[in-house]
């Protein structure tokens, strides 16, 4: 059993964290308030002890005030990085779910200027809001479940046959989805194809990270896919929507600003079975590129759509993935 020490927010983004007592913390938004939340948002954990551990090992060169490392919730009594992703943890009605551990430190970050070090990237960890709630100040943490392991992965003295099939073995990849669509962001139409891509990815062993759902705005997209890539790291994000010819159609043009390699064959290679079921999918505009570790894959916008390219797609991905993970060979 833990315990809530601080509840942090920003009030404007740029700005240090600081500790408002009590918040509420809103399903797969954030904490209300703070100026990084927003739809599919994270909320990050740290513990409190490796902030003291830092301070020791500072020797008071700065203050470490909560909030400093761009935390949301200051906890004592859990080393977080020690569980696996999927872990849940519950603070009264809350229930947060780990996504992420660590991230990359902003330049900017004011302890990296003054000290050469911030905990944050190692120690710091993220988690979606799988239910909301108000927590305050001294609630109980409680760790509510851990992923089942293997059984393979107790059993001591295996033989190399089984250390063999153990390493061909790899953890699940983790997927997270961005609908582009007006009309389904103002409430006037259902999105059906991300949860179309959840269901399919889930059938296929994924684990599925954040799900957005966005207005057809090249700027809002291309923040949104940066945010995912940079901040919760999943292997791949899939996009659905914005792949036409319409003036708000801006998907493609999201993806490439956010881009550090391309990756053409694989949306050559879906436009290409695609017009063997319609010759409409030859005004596709869909790309495919890569940001730091995560491979981003543009599909189109409808269910049947996202059912045929992901049915042609999930085959080939595993070997990518792996390869882009550093698991695999080229």
């Known amino acids: 059993m833990g315990k809530l020490l601080a509840v942090c927010i920003s009030e404007k983004k740029g700005t240090v964290k600081k500790d408002i007592g009590t918040c509420r913390i809103i399903e797969e938004f954030g904490l209300e308030g703070d100026a990084h939340a927003g739809s599919g948002r994270q909320v990050s954990l740290l513990s409190a002890e490796q902030v003291e551990a830092f301070r020791e090992r500072s020797k008071g060169v700065v203050d470490l005030p909560p909030g400093i490392f761009g935390e949301n919730l200051l906890v004592e009594g859990f080393d977080f990085k020690s569980y696996p992703v999927g872990t849940q943890f519950r603070i009264k009605e809350v229930l947060l779910e780990l996504t992420q551990i660590g991230k990359q430190c902003h330049t900017g970050c004011e302890i ?18 799988v239910s909301g709630g108000t927590v305050h100040v001294g609630d109980a943490v409680e760790l509510i479940s851990t992923p089942e392991k293997n059984p393979e992965e107790s059993v001591t003295g295996e033989g ?16 997270a989805i961005l609908t582009a669509s007006d009309r389904s962001f103002r409430g006037e139409r259902e999105d059906k194809s991300g949860p ?59 993806t490439k600003r956010v881009a550090d390699r391309d990756v053409p064959g694989i949306a050559e290679g879906i436009r290409a079975y695609s017009l063997t079921i319609t010759p409409r999918a030859m005004l596709s505009r869909a790309v495919s590129v890569i940001r730091g570790k995560t491979l981003i894959v543009n599909l189109p916008g409808s269910p ?16 990518g993935l792996l390869i882009l993970r550093g698991e695999a060979d080229g």
């Not at 799900?211 to 901040?231: T, W």
């Open 112 to 129: 990296m200027q003054r000290t050469g070090e911030c905990i944050m990237p190692r120690e710091g960890v993220f988690a979606r809001v």
């Open 160 to 175: 190399a046959e089984a250390k063999e099939a153990k390493a061909a073995k790899h953890s699940p990849f983790r997927a």
């Open 196 to 254: 179309r891509i959840a269901e399919l990815l889930t059938e296929a062993g994924y684990e599925i990270g954040s799900r957005l759902l966005l207005p057809d705005d090249e700027e809002g997209l291309a923040e949104a896919l940066i945010r995912l890539s940079d901040e919760e790291g999943p292997d791949v994000i899939f996009t659905t929507g914005g792949t036409g010819l319409s003036p708000r159609d801006r998907m493609p043009e999201a």
């Open 304 to 319: 049947k759509a996202v059912t045929e390219c992901l049915t042609y797609l999930l085959p080939v991905l595993e070997h």
